[in-house]
């Protein structure tokens, strides 16, 4: 028999739709989940027959479809699936997201001359591939369902102090940040306080999106890599696991309270100020 904290917590049959889930972080969180007995949507642009496999070997319920955060049509016709198969979606996960190597600020190229196509697609796909349009479509289903429902947007450390480097992406992440407040408000306001927008806002994981501006060739520390650790009291990256118990909390009964946050999970790297 279950305790009541156990129930509290539990995920067990609920409907999980993740953007950006062939992403190392969001993958790692939904195959974690899909143990506890959630049933998995993945959606992304990459392809997801190994993820999709590797899912079904631990016999947990899992369905992906192709599908581009920053198109609204293929949003719609995903989720209108995803609800003929499941009848709801209990919780969206807005992975979609990352960086590019053009729109960084490097000894190769200065913010002078960044181009300005990379900036806007850093922009776009973090801000509104990554947060808005799929919140428009799916937030208005979890507005009708009685039960509500739990959003939780990927922010970043970057939101929070501007990266020295990633100008269009910790652009991004501070709007993600701002725009999860704002449609927290809005839809408990204007809607109802049963669907809760909350964001993660990931320290120092290593991902293959900034793999390159922590790690050198050969495996060691680039001084970036190094600066990271030192102003992070935990003393290590982080892994996507450390995410786990903060998304059980978001999704959960136990934060019905808890809406327009953007919660850290970084090590304590935001709480130390480098003295």
Known sequence: ?????????????RVLFFTGG????????????????????????????????????ENIQVTGYPMDALNKQQIQEVTQNVIQDFGTIDA???????????ATVSPDCSFFDLPLEALQKVVSLNLFGGAIIPSQVIAK??????NGGSIINFSSMASFRPLTRTIGYSAAKAAVSNFTQWLAVHIAQNYTP???????????FVTKQNYYLLYKEDG???????????????????IPEDLLSTVLWLLSPASSFVTGNIVPVDGGFSAFSGV
């Open 1 to 13: 028999m279950e305790s009541t904290i156990e129930k509290m917590f539990s995920v067990k049959d």
């Open 22 to 57: 062939a992403g190392i972080l969001a993958s790692t969180l939904a195959f974690e989940l899909g143990k506890l007995g959630a049933k998995i949507i993945i959606t992304d642009i990459a392809p997801l027959d190994d993820i999709l496999d590797k899912f079904r070997k």
């Open 92 to 102: 969206l996960f807005n992975a979609a997201g990352g960086n590019l190597k053009d």
């Open 141 to 146: 289903l979890m507005i009708e369902n009685p």
């Open 194 to 204: 049963k669907v809760r927008v909350n964001a993660l806002a990931p320290g120092f």
């Open 220 to 238: 060691s520390l680039t001084s970036r890599g190094e600066a990271i650790l030192s102003h992070t009291p935990c003393g290590r990256f982080g």
